[in-house]
């Protein structure tokens, strides 16, 4: 079956640094690749997603998400953190033909100032 | 502008007490979606429509019931509510077809139970 990891439940990094979140998908055809944020209290809003054509994606607010095969990964960067960027970050995989999504486990980001 | 609506955003019920939550959307899309949210986790999939057809998953407790009388309304019933019901509660769209369009989510009902 299908599983998406997120590697770290919780990461911190300082105001102006780069910001790194994993996501690696189990699967011999890549599926369809999404990132969604979520603030508290709120719904999922979508960051970015990956389909075909271009492997590096770039979405909202400045993030950015370079899919490769080879590592079966969809990490998503965003080369200087900003306060705002605190949230909850979930991976999510459509495979093939579905419409289903299965979501990863989630990020916690930390921005400290 | 196009979106997800779901009312109310919190919900206080009681134990035992059915409780109805509902979702629409002005975006025309075949697919709804409920799932449930607990503190730090993913969001659970309970039961999804596409169009008028019914899609439990097969973990999704029996107390948990859906109706999407029309394309833009769908609601999530729970018969009887236990302490392990509270959560907070996200209903999702999508055009469906192959899976390569998004999701839309609305922002949720946290729900309560005295």
């Known amino acids: 079956a299908q599983s998406v990891t997120q590697l770290g439940s919780h990461v911190s990094v300082s105001e102006g640094a780069l910001v790194l979140l994993r996501c690696n998908y189990s699967s011999s055809v890549p599926p369809y690749l999404f990132w969604y944020v979520q603030y508290p209290n709120q719904g999922l809003q979508l960051l970015l997603k990956y389909t075909t054509g271009a492997t590096l994606v770039k979405g909202i607010n400045g993030f950015e998400a370079e899919f490769k095969k080879s590592e079966t990964s969809f990490h998503l960067t965003k080369p200087s953190a900003h306060m705002s960027d605190a949230a909850e970050y979930f991976c999510?995989?459509?495979?093939?033909?579905?419409?289903?999504?299965?979501f990863g486990t989630g990020t916690r980001l930390k921005v400290l100032a | 502008d196009a979106m997800v609506i779901q009312n109310p955003r919190y919900q206080v019920t009681q134990f035992g007490k059915p409780v109805t939550l509902s979702c629409s959307q002005t975006l025309n899309h075949n697919v709804m979606y409920w799932y449930q949210q607990k503190s730090s986790q993913a969001p659970k999939l309970l039961f999804h429509y596409y169009d008028k057809d019914f899609n439990n998953e097969a973990d999704t407790p029996d107390n948990f019931q859906s109706r999407r009388p029309n394309t833009s309304f769908c609601f999530l019933d729970i018969r009887s509510p236990g302490l392990g019901d509270a959560a907070m509660y996200l209903c999702?769209?999508?055009?469906?077809?192959?899976?390569?369009?998004?999701?839309?989510f609305g922002d949720g009902t946290r729900l309560s139970i005295l």
């Open positions: 999702a769209t999508s055009s469906g077809g192959q899976g390569n369009q998004p999701q839309h």
């Open positions: 999510a995989v459509n495979p093939l033909g579905t419409y289903k999504y299965i």
